[in-house]
């Protein structure tokens, strides 16, 4: 296999924009519109579009930021590539980062499966819990089949699901016997700020496409129009959907749904209920796909670079699927999808990313003063050579990360921890390795030559 095809210690090169951009798409376009409306409409009301716009404005901040940064520095490690090579005095913030995406994607992963789990109850006598088990584990074997099979199925889905949605929100907004007042000021600032907290949680998805990048054909030339192509798609869509959603009903009525975009879809009457079911089904079996890819291909990256155990780094035949790295996340996800509450799984995801949007838009920043002349095939407008979108892309993330309650930040401290301490000792130990080869033979670590 030539190297147009492989890199020798690493994946297939099967990706071109198409793919890419309905990877993008389909990641960004996942579950979280059939399951967090609920809960962002109970912090914003009626004003829970506003939550819409103030997520996907700062959603485009990071989302520009990493098409500069995923174009300039494809790897299969996304986040944890770029602030490796960014950061490269200081690896433990690379780790860090790299982790906090593996959380953010294992819950990604858990809380799009449980609702998968909650919509299949209509079709399937298991319990939710048991129905995210079994669907996680199929992704997966998907996933370790090879990326060419996988994105094949992931754009067919998106396809699907896409037309189902913008379907049912045109017809809702023609046949709907409300009209959302968008003049309106909200009850509660605070409360659209808060749903918005809620909503970026179905607006992370960059993260995902980042992790392809080392699988593009023509990263230089495809990434950053993927990029611009999913941001741009997806924030028509999810406003579409929102405003049918407001032309059928109040959006406090939805606060305590489980499948709130359902409920409003049966207003209509007629197979809409049935449509938007299905529709969620189609769309969290891709999210769930999607997030287990993009996962897998994470882990193998820091392994590659020496931040995970070396075994995560084995690739399963002519396919080069990261099989290992698969497994292991989907153990993980297990874990967050037993806890079983959507709610607290997606304000856990959502922490993440906004952590991880926010030190991705600081590499963007730094990378402009420490590697001037790096090739960007995409470059953001800046002013002194300091982006303004990036700068806005920090401030909004970390403004959106105070948002969630002190158990979300407890549970994401203790998953942190239990990555954290393993990789101390996995250093340690390499440091030890390292000192003892460096000396000459007979002698040990901590002792002089005489």
């Not at 492989?6 to 924009?17: E, M, P, V």
Request: include cysteine; charge should be neutral; charged fraction near 10%.
């Amino acid at each position: 296999m030539d190297e147009s095809e492989h890199r020798r210690d690493g994946l297939a090169k099967s990706l071109g924009l198409v793919r890419l951009s309905l990877y993008g798409v389909g990641t960004i376009i996942g579950a979280g519109i059939y399951s967090v409306i609920g809960p962002a409409a109970s912090a914003a009301g009626d004003a829970i579009w506003l939550s819409f716009v103030l997520a996907a404005v700062i959603s485009a901040f990071s989302g520009l930021s990493y098409a500069e940064i995923a174009s300039a520095l494809p790897g299969a490690g996304a986040e944890h590539n770029f602030l490796r090579k960014t950061f490269p005095a200081f690896p433990a913030l690379a780790f860090t980062i790299g982790l906090f995406i593996a959380v953010h994607g294992a819950a990604t992963l858990a809380t799009v499966a449980l609702t998968f789990g909650n919509y299949a109850q209509a079709f399937l006598p298991l319990a939710p819990v048991v129905v995210a088990l079994m669907l996680m584990a199929l992704a997966t074997a998907i996933n370790i089949a090879g990326i060419g099979k996988a994105s094949f199925v992931s754009a067919a889905l998106t396809v699907l699901q896409v037309s189902c949605l913008v379907g049912f929100a045109i017809f809702a907004i023609g046949s709907g016997e409300r009209i959302p007042d968008l003049t309106a000021w909200p009850d509660s600032p605070a409360g659209v700020l808060q749903g918005a907290a809620i909503l970026f949680f179905i607006y992370s998805g960059y993260e995902h496409m980042a992790a392809l990048s080392e699988e593009a054909k023509r990263p230089d030339r495809d990434l950053w129009r993927a990029f611009m192509i999913a941001l741009g798609v997806t924030t028509i869509v999810y406003l579409t959907v929102i405003f049918g959603v407001l032309s059928l009903v109040e959006a406090r009525s939805l606060a305590g749904s489980q499948s709130p975009l359902a409920d409003a879809a049966r207003q209509l009457g007629g197979p809409f209920g049935a449509i938007i079911v299905a529709a969620a089904l189609i769309a969290t079996a891709n999210a769930v796909l999607s997030a287990s890819l993009s996962g897998s291909r994470l882990l193998f990256g820091m392994a590659r670079d020496g931040d995970l155990p070396k075994p995560l780094t084995r690739t399963l035949g002519s396919s080069r699927s990261p099989w290992l790295g698969a497994f292991a996340f989907l153990v993980v996800a297990c874990g967050f999808a037993a806890v079983g509450e959507i709610e607290f799984v997606a304000s856990l995801s959502s922490l993440g990313v906004t952590l991880v949007f926010a030190a991705i838009n600081a590499a963007v920043i730094v990378l402009r003063f420490t590697q001037p002349d790096l090739n960007r095939p995409f470059r953001l407008p800046s002013i002194a050579n300091v982006p303004p979108t990036a700068v806005l892309g920090v401030i909004t993330s970390l403004v959106l990360a105070t948002q969630h309650n002190w158990p979300v930040y407890l549970a994401f401290a203790g998953t942190f921890m239990l990555g954290a301490i393993p990789y101390a000792f996995l250093r340690g130990r390499q440091g030890a390795v390292a000192g003892y080869q460096a000396k000459p033979s007979g002698e040990r670590p901590g002792h002089e030559a005489e």
